[in-house]
């Protein structure tokens, strides 16, 4: 019975084959000699037979749990390494405040392994690799959502003309003595020059769909372009803040030309009121680049009225982020 419970039938069939036929002329033969008068009984033999038997049933136990002990060891080792893509997978979703289906995929994948896991502790073998493939199929349609959204950030056109954006500026704040802050989304900082030289760089949020290009009212991105500060308010919802310029001409141009291909929703508008703001970095805005409140502090004392401030998405394609987004699911 223990046998059968360990799954020796299917882990070990041969030899447990071999065991219950050993088991049953052994049986047999106990009743045989049971069956005799008492004076002419001799159970020695038999005995020994089935001593042998139950040390071969032992031996094949031992087989099969050691057999069981491997593949669980094989199935744990493909879960936990499942798991630990699911987590730097969720971390990037983190960093990009990406909400939407890779995090969703990544939630069902990971109930989908803690399925697993529990399976496997009740060396449910057979239905393994069906959940693994499900995790799988999961961790991918999160890595393609991701490479997909990071896209632009990995176009080498797309980056240079945001490297010119970013040497034209600190170019006028070299020419003209002045300040300038230029945003870099994808490594999440903001930095001010003082006559073309780096003084100070703070780490900042985006918000809720912050590393998409501002279009339209309503989609919660962060303009990418050039503007300058045009007010500086002391108190404001989220602490300090300094008021930008958008939509600039630029970005009004673009809009009404995604007004006329149809690429936007009747009565959309353009939208206003973004601002670098205080709040923390992990203030939920909505298009706006956030700080911590002792950031904004400090960053309110040294900005003026008419600071031009470029945004932009990065300055390389050689990233950790892009490096961990194109690593292979195992």
């Known amino acids: ?26 049986r047999a033969a106990l009743d045989r000699e049971s069956a005799k008068l008492s004076w002419f009984r001799d159970y020695e033999a038999v005995q020994a037979e089935l001593r042998s ?35 730097e997978l969720q971390d990037i979703t983190l960093r990009l405040n990406e909400k939407g289906a890779a995090r969703r995929a990544l939630a069902r994948a990971e109930l989908i392994l803690a399925e697993a896991q529990a399976l496997n502790g009740k060396a449910a073998f057979d239905a393994l690799p069906g959940k693994l493939e499900a995790a799988r199929s ?96 002391p108190r404001s919802q989220f602490y300090k803040a ?15 030309r995604a007004k006329k291909e149809g690429r936007l929703e009747a009565g959309a508008g353009i939208g206003g009121l973004i601002e670098i703001h205080g709040g923390g970095q ?10 911590e409140d002792s950031d904004m502090d400090t960053l309110f004392a040294m900005v003026a009225v008419g600071v031009p401030v470029t945004i932009v998405g990065s300055l390389t394609t050689d990233l950790p982020i892009f490096d961990a987004l194109g690593k292979k699911t195992p």
């Open 1 to 26: 019975m223990r046998l059968w419970r360990a799954g020796a039938s299917v882990y070990a069939a041969e030899d447990y084959g071999r065991y219950r036929e050993r088991f049953k002329t052994a």
């Open 53 to 87: 038997v139950l040390d071969f049933g032992h031996g094949v136990l031992d087989r099969v749990e050691g057999l069981k002990k491997v593949k669980a060891e094989a199935f744990g080792t493909e879960v936990g390494a499942l798991t630990e893509r699911i987590l």
């Open 138 to 233: 999961l961790i991918g349609l999160a890595e393609t959502v991701l490479s997909d959204f990071l896209e632009r950030f990995q176009d080498p056109v797309q980056v240079e003309t945001w490297k010119r954006w970013v040497e034209r500026t600190i170019e006028g704040s070299r020419r003209d003595g002045t300040a300038a802050l230029v945003v870099n989304k994808i490594e999440g900082n903001l930095t001010v020059y003082r006559a073309g030289r780096p003084v100070r760089r703070f780490s900042v949020g985006l918000g809720m769909n912050g590393f998409s290009d501002k279009l339209h009212s309503g989609d919660n991105a962060t303009p990418e372009g050039f503007y300058k500060v045009i007010k500086k308010i």
């Open 242 to 256: 300094l008021l930008i310029d958008y939509p600039n001409d630029e970005d009004k141009a673009r809009f009404e």
């Open 282 to 291: 992990d203030s939920l805005t909505r298009g706006c680049i956030s700080l």
